[in-house]
């Protein structure tokens, strides 16, 4: 995996994130509840793209702390 985007919203507002993969093709659509990605943004914290950052600062997106 490569990385993870902002992409579209759903008809209840839930955010989703495209899976990136390191060909370029997207395979998974996500919500930041996905365990999957939780563990990417914990790990990629210190520089993460720009549009998952400008979420966090917007206050739009949480990173979960660890289990």
Do not use: C
């Not at 520089?47 to 997106?61: H, N, R, T, V, Y």
């Amino acid at each position: 995996m490569k990385t993870y985007k902002v992409d579209y919203k759903l008809e209840n507002a839930a955010q989703m994130y495209a899976k990136v993969d390191t060909d370029d093709k997207i395979r998974l659509h996500a919500t930041d509840q996905y365990p999957p990605f939780q563990v990417w943004l914990r790990a990629n914290k210190d520089s993460l793209p720009d549009d998952i950052q400008a979420k966090i600062e917007a206050g739009e997106l949480t990173i979960a702390d660890a289990d």
